[in-house]
């Protein structure tokens, strides 16, 4: 199941655990394609937060993302960006994504995000 998110919801979800992010509207063709796979990618695993994000109605999280295409799949892990990318992705590359970000050693993704901020 997905959960539409808001400007006002938007930091409560990202918080914790595992958060897929679609960037999405209505009047999209490759958006339209996309929803299905992403529902049945939700529907198959739940402890997963899909949420989805109508760039139409909520013009400030386009904006503060900076999505300049849709769809665009956003992931985050522990409140941390862990993965962007615009454009519909095939069943199978949805579950390598889902697998590699379960994979993700958060610690090591942590000690690289303040390294680049030391040296940067």
Not at 28 to 56: L, N, W
Not at 57 to 64: D, G, K, R, T
Not at 80 to 90: D, S, T, Y
Not at 98 to 115: G, P, Q, S, T, Y
Request: hydrophobic content about 50%.
């Amino acid at each position: 199941m997905t959960t539409e998110l808001t400007a006002n919801t938007f930091a409560n979800v990202i918080g914790s655990g595992i958060v897929l992010i679609d960037f999405w509207a209505a009047w999209c063709g490759p958006c339209r394609m996309f929803g299905p796979i992403y529902e049945q990618a939700s529907a198959q695993h739940p402890d997963i937060v899909f949420g989805k994000v109508d760039t139409e109605a909520e013009p400030v999280l386009a904006q503060a993302f900076e999505i300049r295409s849709i769809p665009t799949i956003m992931a985050f892990r522990d409140g941390v960006l862990v993965f962007e990318q615009p454009g519909a992705l095939p069943a199978a590359s949805l579950d390598k994504l889902i697998a590699a970000i379960r994979a993700l050693d958060m610690d090591d993704v942590r000690k690289r995000i303040e390294a680049d901020r030391a040296t940067g």
